[in-house]
């Protein structure tokens, strides 16, 4: 090695070491800036939930009503005339009252045939929100109507005509709701009757009834949806334990 040589080494050594490789003009490159492509990136942030406010205002395309208790019964016990009869029935109530410009469905289940399965409360009655017709927040979604957290109440839960309905302390006592469904708004097993023969028997079978105004069997929370079958199907028979042969409607639109 030259003289030359071995000062040029020495003082590219001095250099690296004051003020960096690429400065001193080496040969090695430094690593390239990460492009806009591979660099890496926040994860985008969570949208927010919506509310769902607790009353809505008027005037909108439809009416506000989505939800709201029979103002009376078809007056043949536990015969509907079936899921089809129930649902028009809820669709003639509330196009009297101008809420007809939705399509109703009658909350009730109905258990598994030799001809068909079972159908499920909550399976036909859309997906919410639901709001009565003071427009005041029922339940935001199905979830919610099979909580604690819903507002099936006697303050909220009231008719097409926004008039209360009877509870406990109120004669006649009206609060027995017709729902033939469990808790969590399913339908019996098979051949456990609780639908009144799938809503088209006045005589034999039972029905599974709620409570509305949230009172009666036992302490807490009670059941607007599955607290205590009937004593018959007979008119007479819902009329004795505390019902007319009301039902609950809901829009499923």
């Known amino acids: 090695m030259t003289h030359l040589t071995r000062t040029l080494s020495i003082a590219s050594l001095a250099c690296l070491l004051s003020v960096g490789l690429v400065a001193c003009g080496d040969t090695a490159e430094a690593p390239a800036p990460e492009s806009a492509a591979t660099a890496p990136t926040a994860p985008p942030e969570a949208e927010p939930e919506t509310a769902v406010p607790d009353m809505i205002e008027m005037g909108g395309a439809k009416s506000v009503t989505t939800f709201f208790i029979t103002s009376v019964g078809p007056g043949n016990g536990g015969d509907l005339g079936g899921l089809e009869g129930a649902d028009a029935h809820c669709q003639a109530l509330a196009q009297a009252e101008y809420a007809g410009d939705h399509t109703w469905r009658a909350y009730l289940s109905?258990?598994?045939t030799d001809t068909g399965p079972a159908v499920h409360a909550r399976d036909r009655i859309g997906t919410g929100?639901?709001?009565?017709?003071e427009a005041l927040l029922i339940a935001a979604s199905v979830d919610t109507l099979h909580s604690d957290d819903n507002n099936v109440n006697k303050e909220?839960?009231?008719t097409e005509r926004l008039d209360p309905v009877n509870g406990v302390g109120d004669d006649?006592?009206?609060h027995d709701i017709l729902t033939g469904s469990q808790a969590d708004g399913t339908a019996f097993p098979a051949g456990e009757d609780r639908s009144c023969g799938n809503w088209t028997s006045s005589d034999d079978g039972s029905a599974m009834l709620g409570h509305h105004d949230r009172i009666g069997r036992g302490d807490g929370v009670n059941s607007w949806n599955s607290e205590h079958p009937s004593r018959g199907c007979g008119q007479e028979d819902l009329v004795a334990t505390g019902g007319a042969g009301l039902f609950y409607c809901f829009a499923i639109d």
Do not use: I, V
Not at 129 to 133: D, L, R, V
């Open 129 to 133: 929100p639901w709001y009565n017709a």
């Open 172 to 174: 006649p006592n009206r």
């Open 156 to 158: 909220r839960a009231t």
């Open 110 to 112: 109905t258990s598994a």
